[in-house]
């Protein structure tokens, strides 16, 4: 799998990765105006499209804005991108911005949207492995159900993590977790129940948590929606995280406490399973 000079899409325009090119007056750039949706890909097809589509919509309304293009254009120039790189797995990122204007803090009326979308092949089936996380402080904005470009906060508490020799944090405010730097977060209790933030303004309504919950309410899984906190989270029976890039990926250590045995749990890769399973055959 390489990512090596893709082609990338801009504004209409399928372009090689290097010729690309958007204006430094560009909001995006400017003011973090802009959102974004990432779908995985599995065996060539896109798995939850519709769900990231209107997502991606809501996103985009809840600033003003309009969605670029229609379901079917948007779906058409994710399956060329998949095919101009050759990416059977992996993920595909669209980038909306509000346009470009002279710099004024003041929305632009009657500008174009910037689109650009690119792919990212990777491996997202096989053996899963547990991540290890801490936790940090969850800085962001009061607008966190908004898919917007905006992810220092996220990238600073990833990049913490890693200089501590772990793979990723869980965001705490006011007590309770809120969400991992780019994933929804689960614990299990012990009498074997699912535990996950419901859903506000405090957290990203991720398409693979509504897909995941959906699943493990069929799967007779007690689901309650509601805050826990990290000293929760070290005393339950196992831990894990969902996003499009990885899927149901199991924790096994929060802040220096093992969790599961140090080993990932049975629940959650059984989630990943039936999440792949049930993916690829609706996948499009
Ligand atoms: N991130 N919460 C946050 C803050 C996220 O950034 C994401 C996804 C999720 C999970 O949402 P979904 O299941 O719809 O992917 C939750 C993507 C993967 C990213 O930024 O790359």
């Not at 990512?3 to 290097?18: A, L, W």
């Not at 007779?220 to 989270?233: D, N």
Request: proline share 4%; aromatic share 6%.
């Amino acid at each position: 799998m390489s990512n090596n000079k893709r082609t990338v899409y801009v504004n209409g325009d399928y372009v090689p990765e290097d010729e690309a090119k958007v204006s430094v007056f560009d909001r995006g750039f400017l003011f973090a105006d802009a959102v974004y949706e990432v779908t995985s890909v599995i065996d060539g097809k896109f798995l939850d499209f519709d769900a990231h589509t209107a997502r991606l919509e809501r996103s985009l309304n809840e600033l003003d804005m309009p969605m670029p293009m229609t379901r079917d254009e948007l779906l058409d120039a994710h399956r060329q991108l998949i095919e101009m790189n050759n990416v059977q797995e992996g993920c595909v990122y669209i980038q909306v911005t509000r346009g470009v204007a002279d710099r004024d803090f003041i929305f632009p009326e009657g500008i174009a949207q910037t689109v650009i979308m690119f792919t990212q092949a990777k491996k997202l089936t096989g053996e899963k492995k547990g991540l290890r996380v801490i936790s940090t402080p969850d800085i962001r904005w009061g607008r966190r159900d908004i898919k917007t470009v905006q992810l220092l906060a996220a990238s600073i508490g990833k990049t913490a993590a890693k200089k501590q020799g772990k793979d990723d944090t869980w965001l705490v405010k006011e007590g309770t977790v809120t969400e991992g730097s780019s994933n929804n977060t689960y614990i299990v209790t012990k009498d074997g129940k699912i535990v996950t933030r419901h859903l506000s303004n405090t957290i990203l309504p991720g398409i693979t948590r509504a897909a995941v919950l959906k699943l493990a309410a069929e799967q007779g899984l007690e689901i309650e929606e509601r805050p826990f906190t990290i000293e929760e989270a070290k005393d339950a029976t196992e831990a894990f995280m969902t996003a499009a890039t990885s899927f149901v990926t199991p924790v096994i250590e929060i802040d220096g406490t093992q969790m599961s045995g140090g080993i990932p749990g049975p629940i959650s890769l059984r989630l990943n399973e039936i999440y792949i399973e049930e993916g690829k055959k609706t996948s499009i």
